[in-house]
């Protein structure tokens, strides 16, 4: 079943995102006497090139590396029970009161065993008096929740500081941390929305922990998704190289302001093919400039849990591929809701912005002003409409996540019984009843037809379906019984519908949408 879940994608192998566990550093400052200027500000000697390729970076270079540091952290972390050493199990025998083993992971109200982590990252300055940005992963505690023990800033004259956590964003991925320091050397902002693909761009970090390092390369995509979710999910594609240890450092375009924050990259081996992603500033400044003054982010909050529309579900909803994002779900009380947004619309426009794979529902929301009342235009069982939406603030990730529920959806045994399965699809299919719902890990209110076999060789398997699924509706109606689900089928193909749109919950996870092909079955 294929869905798009909310949340992170930061480091796996394959094709997939990788975290960046990053570093770099920065070298005493330059230039007259007295106040300290921006490394990259006007009154500096010019950065920029001519046009065309550049013969060096190196003055470019020497201007800005000062401003980037390494940063390091530690944290005790428990040390989860092994499988007891067979020596250590001897000696206890003959020892009751512990003494024969230094073993401290149970038993007899002693002290959990517990081993240092750390990571390593890179972080830039913002101001001559230490405000220093890096990405939340990097300070964010080993287990996922609070965050490391220690912080130290390095600079590139191994200056060692340690690191105040001013503030952090789980969302944005970003945080702002603060050391003590006057006349630090320190760089500007830019404006990521005039970068272009094939601009020059040069990221500094500590790839490896090997020491500062600069690589340069071009913008090879804007706004680029990795997860096809969430408001931060439009990155900038780079070819410079970016491997674990630039996460938190800058990504610089030629007139020496900052543009991104280097954050993942896409990687069949962990290292370096050429596909970086920098989170753009256009992104990331409000974020932390919230932060620094010790608020939280301010984003606006629809309430509702999408899909893209791509090519198995444009069909099925007689509209074209990337043509807005579908509801999947809708949460009680929240302003989605209170509008009239239901599962299964598909919304196309917000606020008069159209909707598309660059300018997601979750993007658009999130950057309108919290309070405001815009117009969301859907389109609903073929037609077009426009509800208006009162935008409210949108929850902490902890909130949603209670919102939204746990389990992962693993997929369940499907049950026995005496009820003989009709088919559909390429699949076998019969009532719910309670002892099936329990069986498959449903909840107790679910409703619909449970999946009994799937046929290997169906579009349904092609889709990801499996044993012990629930087909919620159909085409965005409700079933209770496979003959509903048999008719509803027969109804699309005499349509002339290429495919069906199924809901489908699997355990304890979110409903999702899934598109099934109908030509030839």
Do not use: C
Not at 199 to 215: K, L, N, Q, R
Not at 382 to 395: M, N
Not at 482 to 487: G, K, R, Y
């Amino acid at each position: 079943m294929r869905s798009k879940e909310s949340g992170k994608v930061r480091y796996a192998y394959g094709v997939a995102t990788a975290l960046l566990l990053g570093g770099s550093v920065f070298s005493l400052a330059t230039g007259e006497a007295g106040a300290q200027v921006a490394q990259n500000g006007p009154g500096t000697t010019a950065l920029a090139p001519r046009p065309g390729a550049p013969m060096s970076f190196a003055d470019l270079v020497a201007r800005l590396q000062p401003a980037v540091v390494n940063i390091s952290t530690k944290q005790r972390v428990p040390v989860k029970a092994q499988q007891s050493d067979p020596f250590e199990e001897f000696f206890r025998r003959f020892d009751p009161n512990g003494q024969g083993s230094n073993d401290n992971s149970s038993g007899g109200g002693s002290q959990p065993r517990t081993r240092e982590a750390g990571s390593l990252g890179s972080g830039f300055i913002i101001s001559p008096d230490g405000y220093v940005v890096t990405n939340n992963h990097l300070i964010q505690g080993v287990t996922g929740t609070g965050t490391v023990d220690t912080v130290t800033i390095t600079t590139t004259d191994r200056r060692e500081y340690p690191a105040k956590i001013v503030g952090r964003d789980e969302t944005s991925d970003l945080a702002l941390l603060k050391i003590d320091g006057r006349n630090l050397p320190y760089v500007n902002w830019g404006d990521s929305t005039k970068a272009r693909v094939g601009d020059w761009v040069i990221a500094i970090g500590d790839p490896y922990g090997v020491g500062s390092t600069v690589t340069a390369g071009i913008i090879s995509a804007l706004h680029r998704g990795i997860t096809g979710v969430g408001a931060y999910d439009r990155y900038i594609q780079t070819d410079a190289a970016i491997n674990m240890g630039n996460s938190g450092g800058p990504m610089f375009d030629l007139n020496g302001n900052v543009i991104g924050i280097n954050s993942a990259l896409i990687s069949p081996t962990g290292a370096s093919v050429g596909i970086g992603l920098a989170i753009p500033t256009e992104l990331a400044r409000p974020v932390i400039e919230a932060l620094r003054k010790g608020q939280r982010p301010s984003r606006g909050y629809l309430g509702v849990s999408l899909q893209p529309v791509d090519e198995d579900l444009a069909p099925a909803l007689g509209i074209a591929k990337d043509t807005g994002e579908l509801v999947r779900a809708v949460v009680p009380g929240t302003p989605g809701a209170r509008a009239g947004l239901q599962q299964g619309d598909v919304i196309v426009r917000v606020n008069g912005q159209a909707v598309t794979p660059d300018q997601t529902v979750s993007y658009l929301v999130a950057n309108t002003q919290v309070g405001s009342r815009i117009p969301v235009e859907i389109i609903r069982g073929g037609k077009r409409a426009t509800v208006t939406v009162q935008v409210t603030e949108r929850p902490t990730e902890e909130a949603l996540a209670k919102m939204s529920g746990g389990g992962t959806g693993d997929t369940a045994t499907g049950p026995g019984g005496a009820t003989t399965p009709q088919r559909a699809l390429g699949l076998s299919l019969t009532p719910l009843t309670p002892q099936a719902a329990r069986a498959a890990n449903l909840p107790p209110t679910a409703q619909g037809v449970l999946i009994t076999r799937v046929d290997g060789n169906s579009p349904a398997a092609d889709k990801g379906l499996q044993q012990g699924d629930l087909i919620v509706s159909i085409n965005n109606q409700p079933v209770s019984s496979p003959a509903q689900v048999v008719a509803a089928v027969d109804a699309a193909r005499k349509a002339g519908r290429s495919s069906v749109l199924l809901l489908v919950k699997r355990g304890t996870a979110p409903e999702a949408f899934v598109g099934v092909d109908i030509t030839n079955r």
